[in-house]
């Protein structure tokens, strides 16, 4: 009565055969692993699953960052590719204007509208203004500073030339943080 078994019936031929089988016997043998050693091994393993899922999910995380890059990319580049010639050039002009001449949103749209000048298409000119990228502040500053180099204007005079619409046509906030910041 000390020992659990099962049985199972067979029948062979007519003969019935009762077999019995030891439930112990169909436990795995025991290794030579002490309590301290399985603990540890157990640990290793939860770490090395641990590891293993932190890998995959970081590689999972850059595989999605690298698809959204790219798509992002075919976006941009079939953005850029529905875009006109003439705007484009428009905003390349307007980069230039600006980087060189250190011209206001206003004196760049203008100068890129007029027919004095470079004669581009209002819409053109409004997609350049619209998408160029650049510090009007310091464009306002650079000009300030060269009416005070070169002809030694007053503040409040290089002040007025800088939001006039006759002059740089720069806004009163531009303007004053060129004022407020010339040297």
Same mark, same amino acid.
Do not use: C
């Given at each position: 009565?000390?020992?659990?078994?099962?049985?199972?019936?067979?029948?062979?031929?007519?003969?019935?055969?009762?077999?019995?089988?030891?439930?112990? @016997?169909?436990?795995?043998?025991?290794?030579?692993?002490?309590?301290?050693?399985?603990?540890?091994?157990?640990? +290793?393993?939860?770490? !090395? +699953?641990?590891?293993?899922?932190?890998?995959?999910?970081?590689?999972?995380?850059?595989?999605?960052?690298?698809?959204?890059?790219?798509?992002?990319? @075919?976006?941009? +580049?079939?953005?850029?590719?529905?875009?006109?010639?003439?705007?484009?050039?428009?905003?390349? +002009?307007?980069?230039? =204007?600006?980087?060189?001449?250190?011209?206001?949103?206003?004196?760049? =749209?203008?100068?890129?509208?007029? !027919? %004095?000048?470079?004669?581009?298409?209002?819409? @053109?000119?409004? =997609?350049?203004?619209?998408?160029?990228?650049?510090?009007?502040?310091?464009?306002?500053?650079?000009?300030?500073?060269? %009416?005070?180099?070169?002809?030694?204007?007053?503040?409040?005079?290089? =002040?007025?030339?800088?939001?006039?619409?006759?002059?740089?046509?720069?806004?009163?906030?531009?303007?004053?943080?060129?004022?407020?910041?010339?040297?």
């Amino acid at each position: 009565f000390g020992m659990s078994s099962d049985s199972t019936t067979t029948s062979n031929d007519d003969n019935t055969e009762k077999i019995e089988v030891n439930a112990a @016997a169909e436990k795995p043998e025991a290794s030579n692993e002490t309590e301290e050693e399985r603990i540890a091994r157990e640990q +290793k393993e939860a770490e !090395e +699953k641990a590891l293993a899922e932190e890998k995959a999910k970081e590689e999972a995380i850059a595989k999605a960052k690298a698809e959204e890059e790219a798509k992002a990319k @075919a976006e941009a +580049k079939a953005k850029e590719d529905s875009i006109p010639r003439e705007y484009k050039s428009a905003l390349r +002009k307007a980069e230039l =204007y600006a980087e060189t001449m250190h011209m206001s949103k206003t004196g760049i =749209y203008d100068q890129l509208t007029s !027919e %004095y000048g470079e004669g581009f298409p209002k819409e @053109a000119a409004q =997609y350049a203004i619209d998408n160029i990228v650049f510090d009007w502040k310091e464009a306002a500053l650079k000009k300030a500073q060269t %009416y005070a180099e070169t002809m030694a204007m007053s503040d409040s005079a290089i =002040y007025d030339q800088l939001i006039s619409e006759y002059g740089e046509k720069f806004t009163p906030e531009e303007a004053k943080y060129a004022i407020d910041n010339l040297e």
